[in-house]
């Protein structure tokens, strides 16, 4: 069973930016592709960003170009890069384990995520 813990959230002014990390326990985190979720209340948690295990990357439409995954095996962490930050872009980030077909499906337990406010 893996467990996810995020941080690196926090107030930042548009145009900013802000990296969130993911730390995983358990010696299964290097083979599980990862992403990257967001969610308003009240809203759907929506995808913003994969990555695989061979460390393939897909983004949302909407934070393409801005936002960049990226994974360290090493230190069993997940890292989101956010630049060019808008107000749109504020929610709580939340990490998982996806399982990708078709679909991207988050296949493991959800944590409490990170918050991140982007002030206009």
């Known amino acids: 069973q893996v467990e996810l813990v995020e941080s690196g959230g926090g107030l930042v002014q548009a145009g900013g930016s802000l990296r969130l990390s993911c730390l995983a326990s358990?010696?299964?985190?290097?083979?599980?592709?990862m992403g990257w979720y967001r969610q308003v209340p009240g809203k759907q948690r929506d995808l913003v960003a994969t990555?695989?295990?061979?460390?393939?990357?897909n983004y949302a439409v909407s934070v393409k170009g801005r936002f960049t995954i990226s994974r360290d095996n090493a230190k069993n962490t997940v890292y989101l890069q956010m630049n060019s930050l808008r107000p749109e872009d504020t929610a709580v980030y939340y990490c998982?384990?996806?399982?990708?077909?078709?679909?991207?499906?988050?296949?493991?337990?959800w944590g409490k995520g990170t918050l991140v406010t982007v002030s206009s």
């Open positions: 358990g010696s299964i985190f290097r083979f599980n592709a």
């Open positions: 998982n384990t996806v399982l990708i077909t078709t679909a991207t499906i988050p296949t493991g337990q």
């Open positions: 990555i695989t295990s061979g460390g393939r990357t």
